[in-house]
């Protein structure tokens, strides 16, 4: 079955770029949707984007311009780059796939999450 | 931006009980495209429910989702040891995609 695994730097400077890859196991990445979701600590869950193998993107306008989703289908992995990151972006960090391979639908498989912290 | 509105915050019920969890959105959520997310301590979420009402795959069937134009119903029939846990509708009918700010599911 699709499995999901997150990886990056646990720790980033404030005013940084935050980098994390999601790394797709027993599965294709093609012809899928994968997203991006953010925990703050004891806090809900919030949705920064969704990228198509094919490339094609969608963001939270609120997150727009700071948040860069990208696919590399030769590794079967995409990305999330989250620039001038400061202590509110604290958070665990989780990719997710798209069901039923489309864009409209809830997220049915989830990574494990890893945990981001801003600190100088 | 669709908001979704859950209530109660916490729900205290013993084992056993029937937990009956509300969710309600700030506009109309096309098509039912709602979801239930079960999350435990130090874990991912998992998805319960799609489409306001349909159950994931391998969902006991103890869990059920309902709605009624803009609110939602998540019931747990009879609390297992293991529900006891937060809970998050979302809607994926719309961008951006949004998560109510979740209920928890406390033992009594």
């Known amino acids: 079955q699709v499995q999901l695994q997150e990886s990056g730097p646990g720790l980033v400077k404030p005013s940084e770029t935050l980098s994390l890859t999601c790394s797709v196991s027993?599965?294709?990445?093609?012809?899928?949707?994968w997203s991006w979701i953010r925990q703050p600590p004891g806090k809900g869950l919030e949705w920064f984007g969704y990228?198509?193998?094919?490339?094609?993107?969608s963001y939270d306008p609120s997150l727009k311009s700071r948040v860069t989703i990208s696919v590399d289908t030769s590794k079967n992995q995409f990305s999330l780059k989250l620039s001038s990151v400061t202590a509110a972006d604290t958070a665990v960090y989780y990719c997710?796939?798209?069901?039923?391979?489309?864009?409209?639908?809830?997220?049915?498989?989830w990574g494990q999450g890893t945990m981001v912290t801003v600190s100088s | 931006e669709i908001v979704l509105t859950q209530s109660p915050g916490t729900l205290s019920l013993s084992p056993g009980e029937r937990a009956t969890l509300s969710c309600r959105a700030s506009?109309?959520?096309?098509?039912?495209?709602l979801a239930w997310y079960q999350q435990r301590p130090g874990q991912a979420p998992r998805l319960l429910i799609y489409?306001?009402?349909s159950r994931a795959t391998g969902i006991p069937d103890r869990f059920s989702g309902s709605a009624s134009g803009t609110d939602f119903t998540l019931t747990i029939s009879r609390l297992e040891p293991e529900d006891f846990a937060v809970y998050y509708c979302?809607?994926?009918?719309?961008?951006?995609?949004?998560f109510g700010q979740g209920t928890k599911v406390e033992i009594k």
């Open positions: 997710a796939r798209h069901a039923a391979a489309a864009a409209m639908t809830a997220f049915d498989i």
């Open positions: 027993g599965g294709s990445i093609s012809s899928s949707y």
């Open positions: 990228i198509y193998s094919s490339g094609s993107t």
């Open positions: 506009q109309s959520v096309s098509s039912s495209y």
């Open positions: 489409g306001a009402s």
């Open positions: 979302q809607q994926y009918g719309s961008s951006p995609r949004t």
